[in-house]
């Protein structure tokens, strides 16, 4: 049995990180192969299995510029009694906020292998939000350290080896890229109701155009919101609701944003998040930050078509003009354009979602774990 000791800033936090990662908990839970220890510090509410510890903090505070999620520094003994109880034959870093540098530290200074993996480009995130080259180039340089003494780092889709070679100085044969996976099950266009909507105050008559993920700017967005209400104010009322599920800051926009017909649901989670999926006509992700794009999996498994951009991951995962529309990152034009003629042709939104699920068959999660395990098996 070989023992991981995987460490997270996010866990209970509502994104594709955190669900990646509880994945790879339940599947390892039942392999007698690996032995997966999940240790994050957090407030936030967990799930409650053996193979989970949540630590103590010295301190935490909202992350800047992403309020929802809590950045934690932990008490570095806790992390060293971790490791030392655990016994781990190797180490997985999953996330280089504070928890994750100081368990990479004690790790190091127990001679510990070292594994990692790249889940957000925070170069391109933080340049996204304040617009310095500078802020990117020395972001790169801090991810550079921090993945240095890394014996393997996993990549989530192949359109960012290059990105970890040339931005963070990563070797090749350090990288190996993690076969994208989702839950089949979880998302399946079979959890359809369209009732659902009046839960919302939303009438299940009208067409619904779904995000989901944080309602920040590094997510685009701003621009999706402004790409809606161009749409809006050029062609009236289309008999479609753009509905954003997640939490974030524009959610503070709502009662604005209302008449325009852009609903937020808050987070969402379980059940309903998957009937939500299943429930809407068209899928739209507009960021360029995203390594792979965990929900473009999920819409896809529930039968959505989905538009996304040119840039980042969830390119890698979209057919163009057969499970939906690959499109010029940030774009106004071509967006509102992509828009309008999907809401002006129902039929090849149907057709898109079809289409959507089959090539999904390939992306089970289990692919993802077993690629997962093999490599620290490896070490």
């Not at 540098?101 to 510990?112: C, F, G, P, S």
């Not at 042709?345 to 089959?358: I, K």
Request: with cysteine; glycine share 6%; charged share 25%.
């Amino acid at each position: 049995m070989h023992r991981v000791s995987l460490f997270t800033d996010t866990l209970g936090d509502l994104n594709g990180v955190s669900r990646f990662i509880q994945d790879m908990g339940e599947l390892a839970a039942k392999d007698d192969q690996l032995a997966l220890q999940l240790n994050t510090s957090t407030a936030k509410s967990l799930p409650t299995h053996p193979w989970i510890t949540n630590l103590p903090w010295r301190f935490r505070m909202p992350m800047p510029f992403y309020q929802e999620m809590d950045l934690v520094w932990p008490l570095r003994q806790t992390i060293r009694q971790q490791l030392i109880e655990q016994r781990p034959d190797s180490v997985h870093i999953s996330t280089p906020g504070p928890f994750g540098w100081v368990a990479k530290q004690e790790a190091q200074k127990l001679r510990l292998p070292l594994l990692g993996t790249y889940h957000t480009d925070f170069p391109a995130y933080l340049h996204d939000l304040t617009r310095s080259n500078w802020v990117k180039r020395r972001t790169d340089r801090v991810m550079a350290d921090f993945y240095r003494p890394f014996q393997s780092v996993f990549s989530r889709s192949h359109a960012y080896d290059a990105i970890m070679q040339q931005d963070i100085d990563l070797a090749p044969d350090v990288i190996h890229t993690l076969p994208p996976g989702t839950r089949l099950d979880r998302f399946h266009p079979g959890h359809r109701d369209r009732s659902l909507w009046t839960e919302f105050g939303l009438r299940p008559d009208r067409r619904k155009i779904l995000y989901v993920g944080r309602i920040n700017i590094e997510k685009g967005v701003p621009f999706l919101l402004d790409v809606w209400q161009r749409l809006q104010r050029a062609h009236g009322d289309l008999g479609a609701d753009l509905v954003l599920v997640g939490e974030g800051r524009y959610r503070k926009q709502a009662d604005k944003l209302r008449p325009h017909r852009i609903y937020f649901t808050g987070p969402v989670r379980g059940r309903l998040l998957s009937m939500i999926y299943a429930s809407a006509d068209l899928f739209v992700f507009p960021s360029v930050t995203d390594t792979l794009g965990q929900v473009i999996m999920e819409a896809q498994a529930s039968g959505l078509g989905c538009l996304v951009s040119d840039q980042g991951g969830p390119q890698t995962l979209v057919t163009d003009h057969r499970t939906g529309r690959i499109l010029p990152a940030m774009d106004h034009a071509a967006w509102e354009r992509a828009l309008l003629n999907a809401l002006r042709a129902p039929d090849q939104c149907r057709d898109w979602g079809l289409a959507a699920r089959q090539p999904m068959l390939d992306y089970d999660i289990r692919q993802s774990y077993d690629a997962f395990k093999h490599q620290h098996l490896s070490i």
